[in-house]
């Protein structure tokens, strides 16, 4: 899975259901059977947001005689079972369906199952209607299996341990387009219902996390890879800007067979985009789903790509699909490819620097994460979801770390032969670690039991302090070498060989230094004093590094245009001064480096700076004609607080077209408290764009100004704009109204407009109107959010009314509110005797706000 954009590319918080208080190891669960082949017939109804259907599991028992056959089901309604093998009867506990044969099925036999049920799933299929607030043109619905969401609309062995082929026939209205795994395989109208029947078979085996059915109005752009049909549907309202994330679909085909060296497995690609997906994407079979929020204009220039998304999702379509990790503790083995070949693209295509620049900022984001000491191959989570969320960065970064490191040692030709066995060994089967590390030491010769020892069945990385000196006399260069990481635990003392490059003159000089202790001294003599000593020139060891080279030695590294790791270094070791020479080079390299990358590091370690001749640096510095460099030199200019800095902002926005742009100076002009910057944004919350992006950064800026006077101007835009924000965007304006009225005496207007879209028809409106309402602070509300936290168990609306009730209990009023209240009756206790009427004033509204009893004096609710 990929999460949004940002944040995380792939998977969204599923329960485990009833282990969330077991900590115990997690293994895959025992099979029973051998399922075969899974058939299901469902007819979804749209209105009602119920599905009806059947699903038929042919199955084979395996060494063991098989007296109860257990299936996952959630909340699933059985009508009825019929089996080849008679059955004595059936129990359906809600969580699993259990079925009792009348004689045990003996070893190696063959059977079938067919299960009638009905479901009005709170997960795994998802409406998209209007009943629910979506247009009625881009009615549809789509499905989610991973990691277990299926067995909340069909029963099945919800586990990734079993691979079988599957095919689904869907009954819809005739103008609808059904899609889903595999092949198209017919299509007809029922002459009694009208409905049209389509039916899919996926006819390689697969596991049941990549079952996939979407259903409903959709527009497609079609485009063919040598036989294979490659298809991109969007919801007929958004088909305007479907190309601009369709695009680089062939480009991506093409270079992944290449790369991998296996063609791609299935009967087909479509990308399909829904409305208000909970992930980025999802790699199902010959369908990835994608966020339709991956959608861009072009008037965004280069700041929205989905680039990323689609390379993601595509090299799942081997790494996760056609081989898919036996249970979750290895999921890495899934999405550590994906994440690697999306950076391999990114090489290919926008060049080398574009794909060092992936992993420099994946290696930043793992070695600066505090209390990193669980092991990537892990079997303690809670849930199967938290190693895409809490150790997502494990699973995802890390993992194409592990990769990265890999080729790096074996180069790319051993490499792609070594990924090639894996893949065509397991084809269609599980994978786990150790079949990786097998497959890479066959091919190569080599072993790699150290690497996956320390990286992979142990935690962190190195923490490296090192220390340059040059022995003029001698000659001799001499690198001090520290393991600073906190040996304890999973945590131990890494032994790896460390590439250094030295360069003097037109000479480079490399050297491995092989570490394996705590502290070591090495010495390299050398022709002459080096103008640059580079620890890992490449970029092929995950290390967190602190190294400071003296400052001619920044200034050269920071002028080697083949060096942009270099370059990236030199420019974040610079914005940690603040004398004139270093701004100037950081000027220098935000105005002339030929990458984008450095010269955004370059704007941002100006801001950090924080002086005088960084400001003029930054307001100098020319309109960059990189969107992606404009924005971020707006953004730092945001961050000083003068009135050249409001003006450059201003300024900007007189001549900036790029409504993304405009959005971030939005968002910057908030902390000002400028009047003119005051009605610039009440302008854009009022204003139209592409997804209502500009009114959402007003929205944004108005949380920043945080003055209560915009509480009304944001009420009537709400109510007036509804429909123009999109779900997520609307969510965000009720979330900043109920913190702009969060200090308020009266919050009563606020709170009967948030009980109100607490009825709102769209699921993701009624769930932020829930988070607001704990925002707001109001214990009034509380007896609104009980009603629904009596919702459907597993519901998401019933787990934020909790949340919320939990924060208006533990507060009554919000912490800050108190800290003020505190403080002011503290300083009027220190002031004049002649204030003594208004401490008793205050006095009286703290014992009201804070009664003793929880309950006494509180009004009644309304
Ligand atoms: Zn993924």
Same mark, same amino acid.
């Given at each position: ?41 469902? /007819? ?154 389509? /039916? ?205 490191? @890999? ?117 390299? +003599? ?10 890992? *020139? ?10 400071? *080279? ?210 709102? +028809?769209? *699921? ?17 509300? @509380? ?67 804070? +009664?003793?009893? *929880? ?8």
């Amino acid at each position: 899975m990929a999460e949004h954009q940002h944040t995380l590319l792939c998977r969204h918080w599923t329960q485990f259901p009833g282990d969330a208080e077991n900590k115990a190891q997690r293994y895959a669960p025992p099979r029973q059977v051998d399922v075969l082949d899974l058939a299901l017939d469902v /007819t979804p109804d749209f209105k009602n947001r119920r599905v009806s259907g059947t699903a038929t599991i042919t199955f084979q028992t395996m060494l063991k005689p098989v007296e109860t056959l257990r299936l996952d089901a959630y909340d699933l309604e059985i009508k009825k079972i019929t089996s080849g093998p008679k059955i004595a009867s059936w129990e359906n506990t809600d969580r699993a369906l259990l079925i009792r044969f009348e004689k045990p099925i003996p070893a190696l036999r063959k059977g079938k199952i067919s299960i009638t049920y009905e479901a009005e799933p709170v997960k795994g299929l998802y409406f998209r209607t209007p009943e629910l607030g979506y247009k009625k043109t881009d009615m549809h619905i789509w499905t989610q299996g991973e990691t277990i969401e299926a067995r909340h609309w069909f029963p099945c062995f919800d586990a990734p341990n079993e691979f079988f082929t599957s095919s689904i026939t869907c009954h819809v209205p005739k103008g609808m387009t059904v899609l889903s795994n595999g092949r198209r395989a017919g299509e007809k109208i029922d002459p009694q219902t009208g409905l049209k029947a389509v /039916t899919w078979m996926q006819e390689k085996p697969h596991v049941n996390y990549l079952i996939s059915l979407v259903a409903g109005y959709f527009k497609k752009i079609t485009e063919k890879h040598g036989d294979l049909s490659m298809s991109f549907w969007t919801p007929p309202s958004e088909f305007a800007e479907a190309a601009n994330s369709f695009r680089e679909t062939k480009q991506c085909m093409e270079f992944m067979e290449k790369e991998i060296g296996v063609p791609y497995p299935w009967a087909k690609y479509d990308q399909v985009c829904v409305q208000d997906f909970n992930w980025g994407g999802m790699e199902n079979t010959s369908l990835s789903t994608l966020n339709a929020s991956t959608l861009f204009s072009l008037e965004t220039e280069n700041l929205r790509s989905s680039q990323g998304l689609v390379a993601h999702e595509l090299a799942h379509q081997w790494f996760g699909d056609l081989v898919t990790c036996k249970d979750w503790s290895h999921i890495w083995l899934n999405e550590g490819f994906a994440t690697y070949y999306t950076h391999l693209f990114a090489g290919h295509k926008d060049g080398r620097d574009h794909m060092l620049y992936g992993l420099y900022r994946d290696m930043k984001s793992i070695t600066g994460r505090s209390n990193d000491v669980v092991p990537m191959v892990n079997r303690k989570y809670d849930r199967p979801s938290d190693m895409f969320r809490k150790y997502g960065y494990m699973s995802y970064s890390k993992g194409s770390w592990i990769l990265h490191m @890999i080729r790096s040692t074996l180069g790319p030709d051993l490499f792609r032969k070594a990924v090639k066995t894996y893949l065509t060994r397991h084809r269609h089967g599980n994978v786990v670690t150790e079949n990786l590390r097998t497959a890479l030491e066959e091919v190569s010769g080599r072993t790699f039991d150290r690497m996956f020892d320390q990286y992979v069945y142990h935690a962190h990385h190195p923490e490296l302090k090192i220390s340059y000196s040059w022995d003029s006399k001698a000659k001799l260069a001499k690198l001090s070498v520290k393991q600073e990481q906190k040996v304890e635990g999973d945590v131990m003392l890494f032994e790896l060989a460390l590439p250094i490059r030295f360069k003097a003159g037109d000479r480079t000089i490399d050297r491995t230094i092989p570490l394996s202790k705590a502290s070591e001294d090495f010495y390299f +003599p050398l022709p002459a004093a080096p103008e640059s000593v580079r620890i890992d *020139p490449d970029l092929t060891v995950l290390a967190k590094t602190d190294f400071s *080279p003296p400052i001619a030695m920044l200034h050269a590294q920071l002028a080697d245009p083949k060096d942009v790791v270099g370059r990236l270094l030199a420019v974040e070791a610079l914005g940690k001064r603040n004398d004139k020479t270093s701004v100037e080079k950081l000027k220098e390299a935000l105005v002339k480096d030929t990458f984008y990358g450095v010269r955004l590091a370059a704007s941002k370690a100006l801001r950090g700076i924080d002086s005088e001749h960084a400001f003029e640096a930054l307001v100098s510095s020319p309109r960059q004609k990189d969107a992606r460099v404009r924005r971020q030199v707006l953004s730092d200019l945001g961050s000083f607080y003068k009135p050249a800095a409001l003006a450059a902002l201003k300024k900007s926005l007189q001549g900036e077209k790029n409504p993304a742009i405009r959005g971030s100076a939005i968002r910057s002009l908030a902390g000002f408290g400028d009047p003119g910057a005051a009605g610039l944004i009440r302008k854009a919350l009022a204003s139209s764009s592409y997804r209502h992006q500009l009114a959402d950064a007003a929205v944004s800026a108005l949380r920043t100004q945080d003055d209560p006077a915009e509480i009304e101007n944001l009420l009537g835009v709400i109510r007036k704009d509804a429909g123009k924000f999109t779900s997520r965007g609307h969510g965000s304006a009720l979330r900043g109204l109920a913190y702009l009225a969060r200090n308020e005496d009266d919050k009563s207007a606020v709170r009967r407009f948030l009980i109100e879209r607490c009825g709102h +028809p769209n *699921p993701r409106v009624k769930q932020a109107a829930l988070d607001a309402l704990g925002e707001l602070g109001d214990p009034k509300a @509380i007896a609104t959010l009980e009603k629904f936290a009596r919702g459907r168990d597993g519901s998401p609306e019933r787990s934020k009314a909790e949340n919320a009730i939990e924060k208006l209990r533990a507060g009554r009023k919000p912490v800050d509110d108190f800290k003020n209240l505190r403080q002011e009756v503290n300083e009027l206790k220190k002031s004049n005797e002649s204030l003594g009427k208004e401490l008793d004033d205050l006095k009286k509204r703290m014992e009201a706000a804070y +009664p003793e009893k *929880p309950g006494k004096g509180k009004k009644k609710s309304d």
